[in-house]
């Protein structure tokens, strides 16, 4: 079946360094993906998303880059700062059928 | 604070019970979204209503079910509860329908069943 899944589990990153945190998804048909943050006893929070006819998205600090050749989604943050510690879902979407999620990664940001 | 509700925040109940848990989606959303998150299953989509009609479903029992109201309000009942229901159950609400679209998540309700 449909899976996503998170090469890296956890991360420690130096506070002020760029982070990456990567995702491999299996389904070939999906067409759109979202990054999410959860921060310890909260719901999940929307990050930014991309559609699968683009390549590349730039929000606020962070961007998604996503190759279709190799089925590949990543969240890049710069100058990653406290509060950016968290875990990280990524999560893709087959044609409005389904929502699959990752198993998620914890980004820990070290002072 | 997303501006999505959810009650209780917490409850516990028996194996073999039912219970019903609430949310009420920000203003002006139509779509809601249920979600549940476990420790070994993560977060799994289970079902979406956009006003008032079911639009999508996920990993979502038979045991469990769900609606949306006139008001939006949604509520997601569980029965027949197994120790492996005890989780996170999140709900979502969008302002559109389903695709390429950001939701916005409540704090969640957590559920024990012992």
């Known amino acids: 079946g449909e899976s996503v899944g998170l090469h890296l589990p956890t991360l420690s990153v130096q506070e002020g360094d760029n982070s990456i945190i990567n995702c491999a998804y299996s389904?070939?048909?999906?067409?759109?993906f979202i990054w999410y943050k959860q921060e310890s006893g909260k719901g999940p929070q929307f990050i930014i998303d991309?559609?699968?006819?683009?390549d590349k998205r730039q929000g606020q600090r962070v961007t998604v880059l996503l190759n279709k050749t190799v089925k590949h989604l990543s969240l890049q943050i710069a100058a990653t700062q406290p509060g950016d510690s968290a875990v990280y879902f990524c999560?893709?979407?087959?044609?409005?059928?389904?929502?699959?999620f990752g198993p998620g990664t914890r980004l820990s940001v070290l002072p | 604070d997303s501006g999505v509700t959810q009650t209780p925040k917490h409850l516990i109940t028996a194996t073999g019970q039912r219970v019903t848990l609430r949310c009420s989606p920000r203003?002006?959303?139509?779509?809601v979204y249920w979600y549940q998150q476990s420790l070994d299953q993560g977060l799994q989509f289970l079902i979406q209503?956009?006003?008032?009609?079911?639009?999508a479903k996920g990993n979502i029992l038979e045991r469990f079910s769900a609606q949306q109201f006139p008001d939006l309000h949604s509520e997601l009942n569980l029965s027949s509860l197994e120790l492996g229901d005890s989780a996170l159950y999140f709900c979502?609400?969008?302002?559109?329908?389903?695709?390429?679209?950001?939701?916005?998540f409540g704090p969640g309700t957590r559920l024990t069943v012992l």
């Open positions: 979502a609400s969008s302002p559109r329908d389903w695709l390429m679209n950001e939701q916005f």
């Open positions: 389904n070939s048909a999906s067409d759109y």
């Open positions: 991309i559609r699968s006819n683009m």
């Open positions: 203003s002006g959303d139509l779509s």
């Open positions: 209503y956009y006003n008032g009609e079911e639009r």
């Open positions: 999560a893709e979407n087959n044609y409005g059928q389904n929502f699959v």
